[in-house]
């Protein structure tokens, strides 16, 4: 399993952007999936998270209202839509998978399989 993450990049505070995350070597179905970013100097940290159904969401609280998180099987690909970016948003994002046996979203990394190799964010002020 590979995923791929894209859609960072350098934007301005109060702008937004959408990341997304592709799967490749097996279907995002059945998968719960998250969404973890690391800024420099800092752990990696949980930032939202989505049950395999779609159907329950979890969020860090410094994202909350901000953040997004959405899937499409059918294009076994995982969205994170950020609004409102701030500068302490800034840090590299990885998505991860998991395949079953969770009925909510996990918000800790030991409970992902796979991992994606990141992508940028920095949000100037």
Known sequence: VQL???GGGLVQAGDSLRLSCASSGRPFR??????FRQAPGKEREFVAAITSSGGITDYTDS??????????NAKNTMYLQMNSLKPEDTAVYYCASRYGGVYTPPKKGDNYEYWGQGTQVTVSS
Not at 30 to 35: D, E, I, P, S
Not at 63 to 72: A, E, L, N, T, Y
């Open 4 to 6: 791929q993450a894209s």
């Open 30 to 35: 059945g998968a719960a999936l998250g969404w």
């Open 63 to 72: 994202v909350k209202g901000r953040f997004f998180i959405s899937r499409d």
